[in-house]
């Protein structure tokens, strides 16, 4: 298928202490690419398990991790890459996730007796961002005390300013200005230099919106640096803009001159692949199937030019991608057929090379193959192939993915009717509604399969009963209790609609943005809850519209709605306060807001299931009116 803080560390003799459960590293000043050696022992006697994973830059990977337990202790070692600058772990205890009283538990890695560069950085990120697949909640002040460290131990990291003054202005939008300001004053008393200075100078004038001081600063520095890195990035984005493939073959060559001996290209030099996929990208735009092979020939995007490293991993997404193109558009299924077996495999290897490994390293992994495993089997299963696409199925649902995504789960389905009996897959599908985890698809093969002396609606109502129970479960332990940030934001009539008016209500918050695509995929499911609710006075459904960038949203988006006939109020988020006040990482994600005010549950993602996402929103509606 194709489918993105800070912590108080008291020093006792050689390890760094936690609060909470009880939680120390060795040695006291742990550095990336020797062994590190973590204690846990939870707050009370439960079993626990302890994930790990590193910040490369700002990028997260899974750890390798073994771990033992010893008089009630966790005793774990990981070695993190000599690239990595940051580690934070995922404790679980008694099957609920260990927070560290909402600070999480992490640590920086040193070099020559000081943390490294770029460590707080990554651990910034963390309060921002990653922290709350461990329990931790977004904190913006958090992240804004590592960026400040990182400032303090590298003061020449000039980008690490405007981290800060951009934390700065979503915390306190009139200190923030202030600061922008100052910073606006230090930089010009220092003198434009370089054309990263003008860079940097213009960010800052982009906080503050002053359109015409940007333009002007980008007038100068053309004029100051006439061959400067602006202007190849002008031609790598024209290049990309392209659509005449003749046009970007010849463009393509030229760039890959360049990068042989201008700087300017430096990036480019040593990785092909990303200028030559953007040949493949418009060709899936213009869906010209044909032609696919004899560009990837010619452009040596195939497994025996690109053999392993990152450029592999890039040409298993692009294959992957193309080929789930190319099954949706139903074109040349025999190519499909070969790139998606060629991503699935390459995946597959990778499984294999890391048997032995910890669950937290083979998770991902096993995931990724899930994913392409999905789109070889959808192709195998248009091309009649059933047998085959079976077993690929079989593994990536049942054996890797744990049933745990509807679509996937519905080729599945489709497979599984073909090649086995009735009474072999029917409690398989059965089990995939109970756990919430099924979709259209699998309802129709039920039904079109359904011999009980009980009517079908009957039958099905029973399941999704089962299946309600399970998700009310599961809801419960998620219930929240917090003040919902206040707004007061307008709507396509014009109109101003503010949290405060809507109390006594129960509201449904939704964050979403025309070029999301989980968010569009989501909306057909939040127009049948909404409508479920429409004669219910108390319900109030709102879709917040947040982090456009285009220059004519409100027409953009009034056009999308009317184009999708959806009768939402829709309002404006125009300068991303209030998706900021709310912590939003990703969206599309939904609050539960009570008649109080209060933020009581928090719905992140779509699950490709309209009819899970109905049952979702009905129940946290009715838990908490």
């Given at each position: 298928m194709n489918t993105t803080k800070f912590l108080t560390v008291f020093i006792l003799l050689s390890v760094q202490v936690w609060a909470q459960g009880e939680f120390t590293v060795t040695p006291e000043k742990p550095e990336a690419g020797k062994e590190i050696t973590i204690t846990y022992k939870p707050s009370s006697n439960v079993p626990a398990k302890i994930q790990a994973y590193e910040f490369r830059g700002v990028i997260q990977q899974a750890l390798d991790i073994s771990t033992k337990r010893t008089a009630g202790k966790y005793v774990a070692t990981i070695k993190p890459d000599t690239s990595a600058t940051f580690v934070y772990f995922q404790m679980t205890a008694g099957g609920a996730l260990d927070n560290n009283k909402g600070d999480g538990y992490t640590i920086e890695l040193y070099r020559n007796g000081k943390p490294r560069k770029n460590a707080n950085i990554a651990k910034a990120y963390f309060y921002q961002y990653f922290g709350e697949e461990?329990?931790?909640?977004?904190?913006?002040?958090?992240?804004?005390?590592?960026?400040?460290?990182?400032?303090?131990?590298?003061?020449?990291?000039?980008?690490?300013?405007?981290?800060?003054?951009?934390?700065?202005?979503?915390?306190?939008?009139?200190?923030?200005?202030?600061?922008?300001?100052?910073?606006?004053?230090?930089?010009?008393?220092?003198?434009?230099?370089?054309?990263?200075?003008?860079?940097?100078?213009?960010?800052?004038?982009?906080?503050?919106?002053?359109?015409?001081?940007?333009?002007?600063?980008?007038?100068?520095?053309?004029?100051?640096?006439?061959?400067?890195?602006?202007?190849?990035?002008?031609?790598?984005?024209?290049?990309?803009?392209?659509?005449?493939?003749?046009?970007?073959?010849?463009?393509?060559?030229?760039?890959?001159?360049?990068?042989?001996?201008?700087?300017?290209?430096?990036?480019?030099?040593?990785?092909?692949?990303?200028?030559?996929?953007?040949?493949?990208?418009?060709?899936?735009?213009?869906?010209?199937?044909?032609?696919?092979?004899?560009?990837?020939?010619?452009?040596?995007?195939?497994?025996?030019?690109?053999?392993?490293?990152?450029?592999?991993?890039?040409?298993?997404?692009?294959?992957?991608?193309?080929?789930?193109?190319?099954?949706?558009?139903?074109?040349?299924?025999?190519?499909?057929?070969k790139l998606a077996k060629v991503a699935t495999e390459d995946q597959m290897a990778k499984i294999t090379q890391a048997e032995g490994k910890s669950e937290n390293v083979l998770k991902p992994l096993k995931d990724s193959y899930s994913m392409y495993a999905d789109t070889y089997a959808a192709v195998l299963l248009k091309a009649g192939k059933y047998q085959q696409g079976f077993d690929i199925a079989k593994v990536s649902v049942l054996d890797y993915s744990g049933g745990n995504y509807p679509d996937y789960n519905g080729i599945y389905a489709q497979l599984a009717e073909k090649v086995l009996k009735q009474e072999e897959y029917i409690p398989q599908l059965e089990k995939f509604v109970v756990n919430g985890k099924s979709n259209e698809l699998i309802k129709e093969i039920l039904q079109r399969n359904y011999k009980g002396a009980e009517s079908f609606d009957v039958y099905y109502s029973k399941l999704g009963e089962q299946a309600k129970t399970k998700m009310k479960e599961d809801l419960l332990k998620k219930i929240e209790n917090k003040p919902a940030p206040k707004f007061a934001l307008s709507n396509l009539d014009g109109s101003q609609v503010s949290l405060d008016e809507l109390k006594g209500k129960t509201v449904v918050v939704d964050f979403w943005a025309t070029w999301c695509g989980p968010c569009i995929a989501s909306f057909p499911g939040m127009k049948m809850a909404q409508d479920k609710f429409k004669d219910d006075p108390n319900v109030k459904f709102v879709f917040i519209n947040s982090w456009e960038s285009s220059k004519e949203v409100k027409k953009e988006v009034a056009e999308f709605i009317k184009k999708g006939a959806y009768p939402f109020d829709v309002l404006f988020d125009l300068d991303n306060k209030v998706i900021e006040s709310y912590g939003v990482s990703g969206i599309p994600t939904k609050f539960i807001v009570d008649k109080n005010g209060a933020v009581r549950f928090t719905s992140i993602g779509f699950s490709g299931s309209a009819e899970k996402l109905v049952d979702e929103i009905s129940l946290m509606i009715d838990l908490v009116k």
């Open positions: 461990v329990g931790v909640s977004s904190d913006k002040e958090k992240a804004l005390a590592s960026y400040k460290k990182e400032l303090d131990l590298y003061p020449e990291n000039e980008s690490v300013r405007l981290s800060i003054l951009q934390l700065e202005m979503s915390l306190d939008a009139e200190k923030g200005k202030q600061l922008v300001n100052e910073e606006i004053t230090r930089k010009r008393s220092l003198g434009l230099n370089k054309e990263d200075d003008y860079n940097h100078l213009s960010r800052l004038y982009s906080f503050l919106k002053d359109k015409e001081q940007i333009d002007k600063l980008t007038l100068e520095k053309k004029e100051k640096f006439p061959n400067g890195m602006w202007a190849a990035q002008e031609e790598v984005n024209k290049f990309s803009a392209e659509q005449d493939l003749d046009k970007k073959m010849s463009m393509l060559k030229v760039l890959e001159e360049n990068a042989k001996t201008d700087p300017r290209y430096a990036r480019y030099k040593d990785n092909k692949v990303y200028l030559r996929s953007e040949i493949v990208r418009t060709l899936t735009s213009a869906k010209k199937w044909d032609a696919v092979e004899k560009y990837l020939n010619e452009l040596e995007l195939t497994p025996d030019k690109i053999k392993e490293g990152e450029s592999r991993e890039i040409l298993g997404r692009m294959y992957n991608s193309l080929a789930w193109n190319m099954y949706e558009d139903g074109k040349n299924l025999d190519l499909a057929e």
